[in-house]
C-alpha cells in the first residue's frame, strides 16, 4: 500500500485537526555556514546549473549565501569532463550539456583545498502521458481541484519518480516522490495531493516529471515523509540520506525531466 | 540452565521441610461480592491470633492458608466491603467461603490497622499499581467516556502518549513494550478512533493492575509492563440490566445468574453515533462517510463445585472509518479465552487457559482507477498453565507454562484489474513464543519477605517462507527457503526475577527487586503517533529479542491508620536490542521490511512518588516521576546517548474526589507534564525550490509543558427500589489551556521570505459533557 495514499487518505481529520494551529515563537540554535550543493543534470539540452551556497540561521531571511570560487567538475563513464563555470556567485553551469539516459555522472566539487563528490546515474525516461484537473474529492468546496498526473510504469525495471507542481507559475510547497514497488508495469494515476495551493477553474498548472535514481528518490521521498503533520504521519525529522561525501547537504541528481502544462477545466 | 536448577533444588528441599512441619491444616475457599457474586481478587485473609500469617485471594477470588491446628478468628477484609470475622475450630482442613458486603464510604469508617498480607506496605510486589473501579468510574473524562488506559497515566511512572493517543510509556520503554491481557488475552491495538477512546469498557470490567517492575515470574513477553485487565464475572444471583447514555457513545450491559449462585454471564456493548451526526450535515460528502466503532465483551462462568470452575470470555471490537465512494478502512480486536479452574487436595490451584486473539486491519480505495484493497492480520492462540501452590504458609509456589502461537499476516494488496495498483502479498510469518516459569514467595521471618524465580522464554521462527539476511546498509547477505515447521532460528533467554520487602514495622516498609525481561515480538513503526496499520514482527534472523534489566528500590509507608499510603520508588533500567528506522524507511507491505531497521541500547531511570488517601469523604492521590530515558544508536547522533521522543523529566498529576452528600460527588483530576523530547531544525536551506529545514542533534529540544484541569461532579438518582440512575457531568480542560499537539516548521504565511514556527493544538477549548446511566 502506498505510504502517500494511505496519508491522503486521512487528510480530512488532518485538516480538521490542524484548523488550531497558531504561530509561535521558538529559541533555536543555530548550526548554520554549513555547506549545501545542489546539482542537477538533465536530459534536456541546454544549460545545466550546479549551485552552491550555505545554509542560514532559522530567523534570517529565506536569501542563501552564495559559496564563490569553488571548482566544479562532472564526469561521465566514458571520460568526459564538462568543467562549470560561475556564471553568478554561487551558481556554476555550463552552457550546452545534455545528460543521457545510462550515463553515470560524478560530480567534484573543489572548494579552498576541501573536495566533495557526488554520484548519479541517470535513468531512463518514461513518458509523462498526460496531466488532468479533478474535483477534489476531499474538500467541501466543490470548485477546488486537484491534479492527477499519468505515466506507463515499465515493467521489470525499477522505477523512481520525483514530480513538481506549479500553479500559475508558482511552486507547490509540497515533495511529490513516487516509485513502482505497488504499481510496477501498469499504468499509473498519481494524485499530486496537497492542501498549499488551493486550484480552480481557470488556473494554470504545470508539472514536471523526473525520473530519478534509488538515492534521489530516497532524499525526496524522506523529505516527502517529513512533511507530514498532525495526527497521522510525521516521523522524526532529520537531514535527508544523500549522494554526497563527506556528509553534506544538499543532492546530485541525474534525471530525466518532461514538463506538461494544462489549464484547468 | 543452571538458575533453573538451582531454583528446583530449593523447591524440592523446601518441600521436604514442609513435611516435616509441625501438623498443620488447611482453610481454602473463595471470596465473593455478597450483593453480585462477582469473586473478590486480592481480598485479605488474616488471623487475628497470629499477626504474621496471611494470605490474600488470586485472580480467582481463591484463598489458600495453612496454619498449625488450633482455635482461630479468621478476618475477611477487602477495600470497599465491610471486615468479616469468622470463628474456626482447626483440627482438619475446612472449606470457608465468605461473602463481603459493600460498605457505604460515608458510613462511620472504623479502619483496623491490621496487616493486611496483600497492601504495599506488607507485600514483596512493588512497582505495581492497581486501580479501583469504583475510583476509575469517579474520575472525570473526555467526553463522558470512562477510559482505564487515560486513568492509568495518573499514576506516576506512566506517561500517556497524549491527547488523541492511547498508547502510553511505562517507565522510558516504547508503548509497544506494553502487554495488554483482557482475561489473559493479549490485545494489540486497544485503541478506538485513532486513540482518542481506549476498546475498554468500563461497565465490563472487574479488577486492573498494571506491573512496571519486579514484574512476577508468571507475566513476560514485553519488556516495560503487563496490564492485566480482568472483566467482570456477572451477577450470578439477580438478573441486571444497566448502562449509559452520553454524547457521543451508548452502553449497555446485561447481566444475571446461569443458575443461582453457580453459573453467571455478562454482556456488555457499545457503540458511538458520531456518525449519525454527519448524516444530518448537507454535504454529500461528508453525510456519506461513516466513522463509528462498537465494542462488545461477553463473559460467562460456571462453578460445578468447590474445587472445579469454568470460565469464558469474549472481545469483538471494530472501528469504521470511510469516505463515501472515495475510500474505508476498518480495523479490529477479537478476542477469547476459556478457562478451567481446579484445586488439587486443599492448596494447589491450578489454572488451565486456552486463548484466541487476532488484530486486523483493511483499508479500500475506491477511486476508478486506483481501487485497491490492503489487509494484515496477527493472530495467536495460546495455552498456557498455571499453578499456585502454598506450603506451610510461608511459601508459596507458583509456576507454570506457556506456548503461544504467532500467525501474522504482514500485509496483503489486492486489486482490480484496471488498476494502477498490482497485486502484492508479504509472506506470513510463523512462530511460537514459549515461557516456563517457577517461583516462590518466601516469608522468612517476621520482616523479610522474599519473593524470587525465574521465567525461561524461548522464541522460535518457523517456516515455511524465505528469509533474508541484511547487513547494516539494508543489503541482502543471504535469502533461504524453509519447508512448514522448520525452525528458521531459535532464541533462549532465563529471565531471573526477584524482590524483596523488609518491614521495618507494621507501618514501614523497604523493598528493591530485579527482574530481566525479553520481547520476541515487535511493533514497527516510524510514525510519531499510534495508527491502526502499525506492523507486528518476531525475533529473526535480524532482530535479536529486546531485553531489559531494571532494579528498583523503594520505601513504602502508611499512615494515619492506613488510611494515607505513601511510596517512593526508585529504577534504573538497561535496554538491549532496540530498534529504530533508517531515514527514508517503508514499512508497509515491504517484504524486505528488515533492511530498514537499525539497532542500538537504551537506559531510563527515574524516582516515583506516590501519595494517596484511601477513605473518608474526600480521597484521591498525588503522583509524581522524575525521569529520564535515552537512546544509543551507531547510526543516529553519531552514536552518542540521546533522549527518546517519550522522554518527559517532570511528569505530574493530583486527583481528588469528594463525596459531599449521599447523591453528590465531586471530583478533578490536574495534571502537568514538560514536554516530550523533539526534533527542532537549527538552520534553513532550499532544495528543488523548497525551503527546507537542516538539524544537528536527534530530540535536541522540548515540546513546551502541558497542562490541564478537568472536573466532574456525579448525581445519583433518587432511592428506587428496582431502578437506580445518575447524571454525570464532566468538563475536560477547563481552563482551555492550548496543549501543543506538535510544532512543525514552514515559510511564512505572511511573509514567504521568512519563516515560522507553527503549533497545532487538538483540543484548544473546554469540551463539557453529560451522561445518563441507568440501572435495573
Known sequence: MKTPLFYLMLLPLMLVISACDKVIDVQLVNDSDKLVIEGNITNVSGTQTIKLNTNVAFTNTNTYPPVTGAQVKVNDQYGNVYTFQESSPGIYTIPTMAGISGGVYKLHVTIKGKTYDAGSTMPAQVALDNVRAFKDNFSTDDNKRKITVYYHDPKGVVNQYNFLLYVNGVQVKRVFANNDDFTDGNKVTFDLAQDDISIYAGDKVTVEMQSVDKTIYTYWFTLMQQGYKGPIGGVTPSNPPNNITPETLGYFSAHTTQIKTITVN | ?776
Open chain 2, 1 to 776: 540452565m543452571q538458575m533453573a536448577r538451582s531454583i528446583f533444588t530449593i523447591f524440592i528441599t523446601l518441600t521436604a521441610i514442609a513435611a516435616y512441619a509441625q501438623k498443620k491444616a488447611t482453610i481454602n475457599g473463595t471470596v465473593k461480592d455478597a450483593a453480585t457474586g462477582e469473586s473478590l481478587i486480592g481480598a485479605s485473609i488474616t488471623l487475628q491470633e497470629l499477626s504474621a500469617v496471611g494470605t490474600a485471594t488470586n485472580n480467582y477470588g481463591f484463598y489458600s492458608l495453612a496454619v498449625t491446628e488450633g482455635e482461630y478468628t479468621l478476618l475477611f477484609t477487602c477495600v470497599g466491603y465491610k471486615t468479616v470475622t469468622q470463628k474456626v475450630s482447626l483440627h482438619k482442613n475446612e472449606v470457608i467461603n465468605i461473602s463481603l458486603s459493600p460498605k457505604n464510604s460515608l458510613q462511620e469508617v472504623v479502619v483496623r490497622s491490621t496487616r493486611f498480607s496483600n497492601d504495599n506496605v506488607v507485600s514483596p510486589q512493588m512497582g505495581v499499581e492497581k486501580l479501583n473501579m469504583t475510583q476509575i468510574n469517579q474520575v472525570p473524562v473526555l467526553l463522558g467516556e470512562r477510559d482505564i488506559l487515560k486513568t492509568i497515566t495518573l499514576m506516576p511512572g506512566i506517561k500517556s502518549a497524549g491527547e488523541g493517543n492511547t498508547g502510553f510509556y511505562v517507565r522510558g520503554g516504547g508503548s509497544d513494550q506494553n502487554l495488554i491481557l483482557l482475561d489473559g488475552a493479549p490485545i494489540y491495538n486497544a485503541s478506538h478512533l485513532l486513540g482518542f477512546f481506549s476498546t475498554f469498557n468500563s461497565d465490563a470490567i472487574k479488577d486492573v493492575s498494571i506491573y512496571k517492575g519486579g514484574m512476577p515470574a508468571e507475566y513476560g513477553g514485553r519488556l516495560s509492563s503487563v496490564l492485566d485487565v480482568k472483566m467482570n464475572d456477572g451477577n450470578d444471583k439477580d438478573f441486571t440490566v444497566q448502562g449509559g447514555i452520553g454524547l457521543i457513545a451508548s452502553r449497555i450491559k446485561v447481566e444475571g445468574p446461569i443458575v443461582k449462585d453457580k453459573g453467571s454471564f455478562m454482556v456488555s456493548a457499545r457503540r458511538t453515533y458520531i456518525d449519525l451526526f454527519l448524516k444530518a450535515i448537507p454535504d454529500s460528502s461528508i453525510n456519506g462517510s461513516s466513522i463509528y466503532f462498537y465494542d462488545i465483551n461477553a463473559k460467562a462462568n460456571y462453578q460445578f463445585d468447590d474445587k472445579n470452575a469454568i470460565y469464558i470470555s469474549g472481545y469483538l471490537g471494530k472501528d469504521v472509518l470511510g469516505l463515501k465512494n472515495v475510500f474505508g478502512t476498518n480495523w479490529g480486536n477479537s478476542a477469547g479465552t476459556i478457562r478451567f479452574t481446579h484445586l488439587f487436595g486443599s492448596r494447589l490451584f491450578s489454572n488451565t487457559s486456552l486463548i484466541y486473539s487476532n488484530y486486523n486491519y483493511m483499508v479500500e480505495s475506491f477511486q476508478n482507477n486506483d481501487g485497491f484493497k490492503a489487509t494484515s492480520k496477527i493472530t495467536d492462540a495460546n495455552l498456557k498453565e498455571d499453578l499456585q501452590y502454598s506450603i506451610a504458609n510461608n511459601h508459596i509456589i507458583k509456576f507454570g507454562f506457556n506456548i503461544l502461537h504467532h500467525d501474522i499476516a504482514p500485509g496483503d494488496i489486492t486489486t482490480t484489474q484496471k488498476s494502477a495498483y498490482n497485486n502484492k502479498h508479504v509472506e506470513q510469518r510463523y512462530g511460537y513464543e514459549t515461557a516456563a516459569y517457577l517461583s516462590d514467595e518466601w516469608k522468612a521471618g517476621d520482616h523479610l519477605t522474599i519473593l524470587y524465580g525465574v521465567r525461561l522464554s524461548g522464541m522460535f521462527l518457523l517456516g515455511p517462507g524465505t528469509f533474508k539476511t541484511f547487513n547494516s546498509d539494508g543489503a541482502a547477505t543471504s535469502s533461504i527457503t524453509y519447508g512448514s515447521g522448520t525452525v528458521v532460528r531459535r532464541y533462549f533467554n532465563p529471565e531471573p526475577r526477584f524482590s524483596a520487602s523488609y518491614t521495618i514495622n507494621d507501618d514501614n516498609s523497604l523493598k528493591a527487586s530485579y527482574s530481566r525481561n525479553t520481547q520476541n515480538i515487535h511493533l514497527l513503526s516510524n510514525s510519531t503517533s499510534s495508527t491502526p496499520v502499525d506492523l507486528y514482527v518476531m525475533s529473526s534472523k535480524n532482530i535479536k529479542p529486546e531485553i531489559a534489566d531494571q532494579v528498583s528500590t523503594g520505601y513504602f509507608k502508611k499512615f494515619d491508620d492506613n488510611n494515607y499510603e505513601f511510596s517512593a520508588e526508585v529504577y534504573y533500567k538497561w535496554l538491549q536490542n532496540q530498534i529504530d528506522y533508517k531515514d527514508g524507511a517503508q514499512l508497509l507491505v515491504n517484504q524486505d521490511v528488515e533492511s530498514q531497521l537499525t539497532y542500538g541500547t537504551g537506559r531510563a531511570y527515574g524516582i516515583e512518588l506516590f501519595l494517596k488517601k484511601k477513605y473518608g469523604r474526600f480521597t484521591g492521590w498525588i503522583g509524581y516521576t522524575l525521569s529520564r530515558t535515552e537512546r544509543r544508536f551507531d547510526a543516529i547522533n553519531n552514536g552518542a546517548y540521546y533522549p527518546a521522543r517519550q522522554d518527559r523529566t517532570h511528569d505530574g498529576s493530583v486527583v481528588g474526589i469528594y463525596q459531599l452528600s449521599k447523591r453528590w460527588t465531586f471530583s478533578g483530576t490536574f495534571i502537568y507534564g514538560t514536554g516530550n523530547a523533539v526534533t527542532y531544525p537549527t538552520g534553513k536551506y532550499n532544495v528543488g525550490g523548497l525551503t527546507t529545514f537542516s538539524y544537528s542533534k536527534r530530540n535536541n529540544y522540548r515540546m513546551p509543558s502541558s497542562n490541564r484541569l478537568d472536573i466532574g461532579a456525579t448525581l445519583e438518582g433518587k432511592e428506587h427500589k428496582r431502578y437506580h440512575s445518575s447524571w454525570t457531568f464532566s468538563v475536560y480542560n477547563v481552563y482551555a489551556h492550548r496543549d501543543p499537539y506538535s510544532i512543525s516548521f514552514r515559510d511564512s504565511k505572511t511573509d514567504p521570505n521568512m519563516t515560522e514556527a507553527v503549533e497545532t493544538s487538538i483540543f484548544a477549548t473546554l469540551i463539557p459533557s453529560v451522561t445518563w446511566d441507568f440501572k435495573f
